[in-house]
């Protein structure tokens, strides 16, 4: 039986949909940005490791989020989220790039999935 691939997609989009503070959670930047606090994510798919029958047994994801507050801190935000994904195994890195008229941080996510166990871990 091949290996499936996790889609780290469908957990990226539960676990921001579970942050309650966020009004609106999208995978494309909209339009225009009306609606506040708001999160844009997209995610990085690379083969981590293959096994000896060319299937990808491990696979390293990194997920970038953009969250946007018109007026206001985003650490509580922020601190949700990378607390959620850091449960999981997912390790963050934070940048502040506010723009006028609101407030946006870009959280980068990083990890390796093990498509056989499930299991999120981090490699060098």
Excluded: C
């Excluded at 676990?15 to 339009?31: A, C, F, G, R, S």
């Excluded at 844009?40 to 299937?55: G, H, L, M, P, S």
């Excluded at 047994?57 to 922020?78: E, H, M, N, P, R």
Aim: proline residues 2%; without cysteine; hydrophobic residues 40%.
């Amino acid at each position: 039986m091949a290996i499936q691939i996790h889609n780290v997609n469908v957990d990226v989009a539960n676990i921001l949909n579970d942050i309650t503070d966020l009004k609106e959670v999208t995978p494309n930047y909209p339009d225009e940005v009306t609606t506040f606090p708001l999160a844009v994510y997209q995610t990085v798919r690379k083969t981590f490791i293959r096994n000896a029958d060319n299937e990808e047994t491990d696979t390293q994801w990194t997920v970038t989020i953009d969250a946007f507050k018109q007026q206001g801190s985003l650490t509580s935000i922020v601190d949700e989220i990378t607390d959620a994904f850091a449960h999981i195994g997912f390790v963050a890195t934070v940048q502040q790039a506010n723009q006028t008229g609101f407030n946006r941080s870009i959280i980068t996510l990083t990890a390796v999935v093990d498509n056989t166990s499930g299991r999120v871990y981090q490699a060098s």
